[in-house]
């Protein structure tokens, strides 16, 4: 063989071991993501974000890590790697083509780890009127994984804002509690005001998985409106007073913002029986909540009913425990306008559990409890809907075909 032929014999070769490096990463519509909705200590919130667009051609992406999961990968001798947080950024769920890549070193946590966080970010290329996909994940951690979508293709959306501490730390969670101080920011400083609605509490809860209803219209109806100015693009110090949804707006013509949530004191935590009763009314009749919501002591009204269906004072203590942590969690995962027991994906998730397998496009959620490939495994597709309070809001596509899982999974809550 020539020397010619056998450099471009070499040249192929190279080619062919670089290209399955160029595409190890598969389109995330692919992958299974039931790992977002697993409950656990490693899996509640490990990786948190929050997205602002900080200049014209760039986003920066402001995380949040459990310090104590950091702390328990790092190496116990100088000659071990230390973990590193990777990132891959990409056009969206259903296009794995890559924009960017990289990794980071992660913060070495200090003094005793508990359940401290280490703050990180990352300047990513994301120009206005595009959007992003970014993948993250800490090495040889698949637990440790983290999704975060960039989204400029509108002009003044959340992610124009930043919420941050009266210090002006940013803040990763949309859930004001009372009393809480923060101020916002906004991506163009030169904005002399922004504009500020509270809504009433969303009341309506959702329906079971066959019964179709038409879910109410977001109607831009505020309670009340006030301007608050800015100094150089931020506020002075904000607290929200009372409950409800709170929206802020660059203009008062625009269509969306920044959500801000004001549910009950413990909010996503429910350990108060008033908060207790709500969420009985997936198992059971209009009849039983009438008379439940009739009784003059909540307490007494959840106590009983547990006792009632389990017969048993120590099975009714298991069942508490069980079905209020999957309230807790579907609050903590699905929150979007409304608390996330009250929400589709909430509603499955408490009656059925954590999906075996989840998969989402860029505009819906599959869950799949048994075998992907399997024909009698149960499936719930959510789509994606346009709120001007909230970019979680999915929607189940309901059937009657989900009748009998439906009635067999509530009376199994009831043994």
Known sequence: MSAGRRYNAGLMLLVLLLLPACHRIPAVSRMDLSYRYQAGPEHVQAIRSVVYHSSDSSATVYLRIRQDLVAGRMPSSGTEALPRLRYHLQPGY???????????????????????????????????????L?????????????????????????????????????????????????????????????????FQPEASVAWPPFAYHREPSQQLKADSSWDIPLDAGVSAILRLDKAGTYLFRAFRESSGGLSLLRFHESYPVVNRAEQMLPPLQYLTTSREFGLLQAEPEPKLAVDRFWLEVTGDAGRARLRIREFYSRVEESNHWFTSYKEGWKTDRGIIYIIYGPPRLVHRTDNTEKWIYGEDGNAHSLRFTFTHHDNPFSPEDYRLIRSPLYKESWYNAVEAWRR
């Open 94 to 132: 259903e296009d794995a083509r890559l924009i960017d890549s990289g990794s980071l070193s992660l913060p070495w946590p200090s003094g005793e780890a508990t359940a401290a966080w280490s703050t990180m970010e990352l300047q990513l290329p994301v120009a206005r009127g595009e959007k992003a």
């Open 134 to 198: 970014c993948l993250l994940r800490i090495d040889g951690e698949p637990e440790l994984r983290h999704l975060c979508l960039i989204d400029r293709s509108r002009a003044w959306s959340a992610q124009d804002f930043l919420l941050t501490d009266p210090s002006g730390q940013p803040l990763f969670d949309p859930i004001i509690g009372s009393g809480q101080s923060f101020r916002l920011a906004v991506s163009s400083p030169s904005l002399a005001r922004i504009f500020a609605d509270r």
